[in-house]
């Protein structure tokens, strides 16, 4: 059964620091595409990043450059999202999701629940 388990989110202050976590399982994480996505609080979904089977980095939101950066280990079946410098306006759930393909630009097709971040002092 595949499944996708985001952890790591929670509350921290502005400019702190968090890393999520994105756990694949029932499939071969290595041939797929993982992205990350965040719907904040009455916003729709937007993307973060996405990373190819082979670590193409695609960076959806100019928003977190220089910020965020995102990373697989294939032998952990672990994407990785690492957090830095967090604005208020990073707070919201955070999504993995398993790519159609091996590449980000064919879209997602699985979703994990998501955790949710808290930016607030």
């Known amino acids: 059964q595949l499944q996708l388990v985001e952890s790591g989110g929670g509350l921290v202050q502005p400019g702190g620091s968090l890393r999520l976590s994105c756990a694949g399982s029932?499939?071969?994480?290595?041939?797929?595409?993982i992205g990350w996505f965040r719907q904040a609080p009455g916003k729709d979904r937007e993307g973060v990043f996405c990373?190819?089977?082979?670590?193409?980095?695609?960076n959806y939101a100019d928003s977190v450059k220089g910020r965020f950066t995102i990373s697989r280990y294939n032998d952990k079946n672990t994407v990785y999202l690492q957090m830095n410098s967090l604005k208020p306006e990073d707070t919201g759930v955070y999504y993995c999701a398993r790519g159609k393909s091996s590449m980000c630009l064919y879209g997602m097709a699985d979703w994990g629940k998501g955790t949710l971040v808290t930016v607030s002092s």
């Open positions: 029932g499939f071969a994480l290595n041939l797929y595409a």
């Open positions: 990373i190819s089977s082979s670590g193409l980095i695609t």
